[in-house]
T-cell receptor
Framework: DGGITQSPKYLFRKEGQNVTLSCEQN?????MYWYRQDPGQGLRLIYY???????QKGDIAEGYSVSREKKESFPLTVTSAQKNPTAFYLC?????????????FGPGTRLLVL | SQQGEEDPQALSIQEGENATMNCSYK?????LQWYRQNSGRGLVHLIL???NEREKHSGRLRVTLDTSKKSSSLLITASRAADTASYFC????????????WGLGTSLAVNP
């Protein structure tokens, strides 16, 4: 089956700890995105990548880091510098062709602070 | 930054009724998309309307776009309890930019 997977579904972070959220896609999409969603709010872009080994900051990149070593994978690390990490994190991917701007989403990871 | 603004923020209707949600945006767009999110899940793409289109249909969904007013509406006809979800609009802005700009969403509750 084609799609996007995110793991884990729930993640707990201790004070001062870095945690990494996984995102994998087998849709052969070039572009991948990470969003943060807080209760009652829309999506805010953290980072995005249009090609392997390249990525750009979104609107709220501080306290987060990413890598794009493979086309299929775009892991997000929530660092200890992110003081309010509790949120729902969504990964998405899309083709780069101009006519296809639809984004395909994974099921999300809920991050909680202990 | 959020550009789209959905209206209303929350909507509660009875099964069988129609639900209308509106989205306003601020800059020139290439297209506008509507997504659905069930509670605690990822978003699912519903429909895309391009800047040169005025109306589009997909099953029970009807989307309109008025670029002069920078607004769009999503109509769900003959609603069902399973339509209960949050609905988001997102715009792809004119220019060489791969980002979507997201609204805050409308929470729809369809009561049986």
């Amino acid at each position: 089956d084609g799609g996007i997977t995110q793991s884990p579904k729930y993640l707990f972070r201790k004070e001062g700890q870095n945690v990494t959220l996984s995102c994998e896609q087998n849709l052969n999409h070039d572009a991948m995105y990470w969003y943060r969603q807080d209760p009652g709010q829309g999506l805010r872009l953290i980072y995005y990548s249009q090609i392997v080994n390249d990525f750009q900051k979104g609107d709220i990149a501080e306290g987060y880091s990413v890598s794009r070593e493979k086309k299929e994978s775009f892991p997000l690390t929530v660092t200890s510098a992110q003081k309010n990490p509790t949120a729902f994190y969504l990964c998405a991917s899309s083709p780069l062709e101009a006519a296809k701007e639809t984004q395909y989403f994974g099921p999300g990871t809920r991050l909680l602070v202990l | 930054s959020q550009q789209g603004e959905e209206d209303p923020q929350a909507l509660s209707i009875q099964e069988g009724e129609n639900a209308t949600m509106n989205c306003s945006y601020k800059t020139s767009i290439n297209n506008l998309q509507w997504y659905r999110q069930n509670s605690g899940r990822g978003l699912v793409h519903l429909i895309l309307i391009r800047s040169n289109e005025r109306e589009k249909h997909s099953g029970r969904l009807r989307v309109t776009l008025d670029t002069s007013k920078k607004s769009s509406s999503l109509l769900i006809t003959a609603s069902r309890a399973a339509d209960t979800a949050s609905y988001f609009c997102a715009t792809h802005n004119a220019g060489n930019n791969r980002k979507l700009i997201w609204g805050l969403g409308t929470s729809l509750a369809v009561n049986p």
